[in-house]
């Protein structure tokens, strides 16, 4: 079956690293593959939502229409997003059904904030952005949970292995 690989998680956990280490990953290995960031969508397709709680939960039900419409198409996808929320996920989950997998990417709050890759937590802290630390990240449920990547006690390429063993146990034509 075509598959979905959804990386949720904290800004900074490291979502974008190890989904596009992923991506390059199916690719030399020839599998038919489309990569989704959330921040990609943001700038384009997306580049008209806000981030109000509806404005959020559009724009995660546009990302999986694409997944979905891209797995119509026999293409595999690497998607990234936070999805902080039981509704994003709740969305993601009822478009996608069965052919979506989620990686919880995790890594505690100080150190997301420490790496803080899109300087996001910065802009919070200087009143430019109120939203983000301040919301909540819904403890993920245990079907949410099941792969688990702890980017704290794994470097990069250890999650990366991680990571490939999570997708060659669900495509059938992958092979590490
Ligand atoms: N084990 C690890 N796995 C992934 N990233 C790691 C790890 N250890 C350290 N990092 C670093 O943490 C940062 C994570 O940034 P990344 O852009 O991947 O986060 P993100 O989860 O996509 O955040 P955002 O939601 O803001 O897009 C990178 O600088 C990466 O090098
Ligand atoms: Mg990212």
């Known amino acids: 079956m075509t598959k979905v690989f959804w990386f949720f998680g904290r800004s900074g956990a490291g979502k974008t690293t190890l989904a596009r280490n992923l991506h390059r990953a199916l690719l030399d290995r020839k599998v038919p593959i489309f990569y989704l960031d959330g921040d990609d969508m943001r700038q384009g397709l997306n580049s008209d939502l806000t981030f109000t709680p509806e404005a959020r939960l559009e724009n995660h039900r546009r990302i999986a229409e694409v997944a979905r419409l891209a797995v119509g198409q026999k293409l595999n996808v ?34 997301c904030m420490q790496r803080d890759p899109k300087g996001l937590y910065q802009r919070a802290r200087s009143g430019k952005l109120d939203k983000l630390i301040n919301y909540p990240f819904d403890v993920p ?19 990366s292995q991680d990571v490939l063993e999570i997708v060659q146990a669900s495509l059938a034509d992958f092979a590490i």
């Open 141 to 159: 449920r245990p079907e949410e949970r099941e792969h688990y990547i702890d980017t704290v006690a794994q470097s990069v390429e250890a999650a």
């Open 78 to 111: 690497v998607a990234s997003s936070m999805a902080p929320e039981h509704g994003q996920r709740d969305t993601v989950k009822k478009i996608l059904g069965d052919q979506l997998t989620w990686i919880y990417v995790h890594a505690p709050l100080d150190i």
